[in-house]
Structure formats: C-alpha cells, structure tokens
C-alpha cells in the first residue's frame, strides 16, 4: 500500500475503484489532455489505469507509484501524480482536471513528488517531461526548482490542437544536492529580519581597523535585491578595501550572502577581512537578523579560511543555478558559509 502523502491542500493517496467517474472526468476530455502523448482515454482505458495503479501499489518494492489527488476542503478526486523509478533516479508527473487549472496545485504535487522521491526514497536525480508548448507544465517544474536541461525536436507524439506529425519536447530534472539546497534557501529566508529604514551606524573599530560607511543601498524588488550597507575598510587613514552587508534574506542570497568584503592585494594577510566581518555583528543584530551566509569561490581557498576563522559553519558546496548572477559571471560552484550572529 503506498505511503500517503499531504500538500498545504491536497492529500495524495492510492488510487481504488470507485475514482472512476473522477478520473474519466479529466483523462476521457480530450480538452484535458491537449498536450499530453496519449488519450483521450475511452472507458475501457480509464478502467485499465486504475487496475494498474491498484496493481503497482501493492507490489514489494513498488517501483512506479500513482497517486490521486484529492482537495482537503471537499474530498474531491481533481488529478493525479505520479513518481516512476529507473535505477537510483525516477521520472515525475502530474495531471490536473481544467477546472483546476492556474491554482498553484500542479506545483504542490510536483513538489511533494520530490520530497518524496529525494527524501524518503534517496534518490540521486528527478526527471520531468512536456511537450515544449505546455506553457503551465513547464512553469510548474520550474516553479519547484527544477533545472532546463535540454529541447529535443520532434521526439514525441505532437498535442492534439497541431497538424504535425511530431511534437518537440523539454526535459528538466534535479539532483539530490540542489533538492536539498532549495530545502536550505526555504529556511534562511524564513529567518527574521526587520527593516524600518536604515540606522545610524556607530564607530565601528576594533583598534586596528575601521569600518567608514560609504553607501546605503535601498531595497530593489523588481530585482529581488534586499537593503545593504558598503562600507570601506580603512587601515589609519589609508583603505585597504571594502565590505558590504545585505539586510534581509531571499534566494540570491542563499548563494551570494548577506556579506561581502575584497581587500586590496598588497593588504592581504593581516587578517583584515575577518576584522571587518566581526565589525559589521552590530549592524546586523540591530535589523534582527540571527544568521549571516558568507559565500565563496570554492576555488577560493583564502575566502574560505577567513570563513574558517571565524567559525563559520560550512553548508554545503552548492551548484549555481542559471538565473544566478554570479553563474551569469562565469561562476559555478559556491561554498556556502554559515555564521550565528551572537
């Protein structure tokens, strides 16, 4: 019997022989499956794809498990999921009845696929597939994290509103390390954070350096940017270089973090840029923020000792996604530092 698995709205159970009408409502409409390689289903059809469902739940181990969706609020059988293995990977998919369509729950099967897939199953990579014009398709794998791997022409069966013979196809898939970063951004920019307007910042020195605040940058929604402080790191009355603190927690920062800092070549190896972090703490505490990320090169051996130093916790390497502006740089791995704010 498969695992029964629950969404903010749905609950995902086995499928049994009285989902019939509630099936045939979505697989027999041709309507409903414009875009899909098979139907619509004739009666016969939807009878054998609820027998085979029944039949792969109850085999030891299952290796393909479906799964019908149904609302919490009422009861009703609305669509269906599905997580087929293959090795140490699976493909998932998923399909909705129309009137049920641009309601954000082909996103919430799609994701708990993955959380089933990778964090009960282990699996190593997810796959998903769709006929590269199913706009709502696509859409949902990318809003669950899941990466564009490739467009292969004319390799499936076209949808049903085209006269062609063949129709093209996108795949997007995910690895286990990118599940679990996604799982790691979802908490940090759960963390709190307040931001009334930018404080006046304090003297910050520690005797041998001092941080000169040189710029409050606001807020710039339109490109997910959070508030920050620049501020030049200052050695007597020569700068040596510069370290920047970002108010606030969203996705880019989870690979970009919420602090920065360069010191001028001929300044390295005073220890300076550590200095400057343990300088910043008081900023920092005073927006309410509890943990800072710190982010590296991971070929950036130097970066990562300053990490190191100050007791930073290392997270992970994280692949950069392509949306990311540091993977736009050229950038592709990141380490990822975690430091407490006490």
């Given at each position: ?45 939807t009878h054998d ?147 009334d307007g930018f ?134 791995f990141e380490n ?7």
């Amino acid at each position: 019997m498969l695992k029964q698995l629950e969404t903010e709205r749905l609950l995902l159970r086995q499928f049994n022989e009285n989902d019939f009408d509630a099936v045939h409502g979505y697989a027999g409409s041709e309507e409903n499956i414009i875009y899909m390689p098979w139907g619509p289903n004739s009666e016969e059809q939807t009878h054998d794809f609820i027998n085979r469902a029944i039949a792969h739940a109850a085999e030891t181990p299952c290796k393909n498990y479906q799964y019908a969706a149904v609302m919490k609020s009422d009861g009703k059988l609305i669509g269906a999921c599905d997580l087929s293995l293959s090795g140490d990977g699976a493909e998932i998919g998923w399909i909705l009845h129309r009137d049920n369509w641009k309601q954000g729950l082909g996103a919430e099967m799609g994701k708990a696929m993955l959380d089933f897939g990778f964090g009960e199953l282990k699996l190593h990579r997810i796959t998903a597939h769709c006929d590269a014009e199913n706009y709502g398709s696509y859409r949902v794998m990318e809003k669950i994290g899941m990466r564009r791997e490739g467009l292969f022409i004319e390799c499936r069966p076209v949808h049903k509103l085209s006269d062609k013979k063949y129709g093209d196809e996108l795949c997007y898939a995910m690895l286990i390390d990118e599940w679990e970063a996604h799982r790691e951004m979802e908490y940090y920019n759960g963390l709190p954070c307040v931001f009334d307007g930018f404080i006046d910042v304090p003297e910050l020195t520690d005797g041998v350096i001092r941080l000169v605040c040189i710029s409050k940058q606001p807020a710039n929604p339109e490109k997910k940017r959070v508030p920050g402080y620049g501020f030049a790191i200052c050695k007597g009355g020569e700068k040596v270089g510069e370290i920047s603190l970002r108010i606030g927690y969203v996705d880019n920062l989870y690979y970009g973090g919420q602090i920065g800092y360069n010191v001028d070549e001929n300044h390295r190896g005073n220890g300076y840029a550590g200095r400057a972090c343990r300088l910043v703490l008081p900023v920092a505490k005073a927006h309410g923020m509890v943990k800072l990320l710190i982010t590296n090169d991971y070929a950036n051996k130097a970066s990562r000792r300053v990490c190191e130093k100050l007791g930073a916790r290392f997270v992970r390497t994280a692949r950069l996604p392509e949306w990311n502006d540091l993977y736009i740089e050229g950038g592709r791995f990141e380490n990822i530092f975690e430091w407490s704010v006490e």
